[in-house]
């Protein structure tokens, strides 16, 4: 397996004001190694955090989904090469949840990185067994991150 470390880069864009603390270095280093503890070698993450109409265009154009959603991973790999994906996050839906769930805006934006960074490690939820092991990791990364 490669060196995530070295042969990596993990990039956040902002299509829309971002709230996302300056601690990118920090959270980048922690993103490696949470591919690392998942034994997921990756190329490039591309984090794009964009509003919600932004999103919902990207969610009809390409998933030929109707609805606002507040993340939506795309794996650009191809047979079975080390992962480059583009992670789009809805800052609009990510306020909105934190507030629904009444958690802190930051601890659920963490979640949402986290939450693509597992979708490309290859963790799904569209099952309900699936969905439960995805929020066990979500919390787990929340937990080493300190969120």
Not at 97 to 118: D, K, P, T, W
Request: aromatic letters at 12%; a positive charge; hydrophobic letters at 40%.
């Amino acid at each position: 397996m490669p060196d995530n470390s070295t042969r990596s880069s993990i990039q956040f864009n902002f299509l829309k004001q971002s709230a996302l603390p300056a601690e990118r270095r920090r959270l980048k280093a922690f993103l490696t190694a949470l591919f690392k503890k998942e034994k997921c070698a990756f190329i490039s993450l591309t984090y794009v955090f964009c509003s919600d109409d932004y999103l919902l265009a990207i969610n009809q154009q390409f998933l030929k989904h109707d609805s606002y959603t507040d993340i939506i991973s795309f794996d650009l790999s191809t047979g079975g090469a080390p992962v480059e994906g583009e992670i789009y996050i809805s800052l609009d839906r990510v306020k909105e949840n934190a507030s629904f769930l009444q958690v802190a805006y930051s601890s659920e934006l963490h979640r949402v990185i986290f939450h693509g960074a597992l979708h490309l490690c290859g963790y799904k939820d569209k099952r309900a067994s699936d969905k439960a092991l995805m929020r066990k990791k979500e919390d787990q990364y929340l937990l080493l991150y300190g969120k």
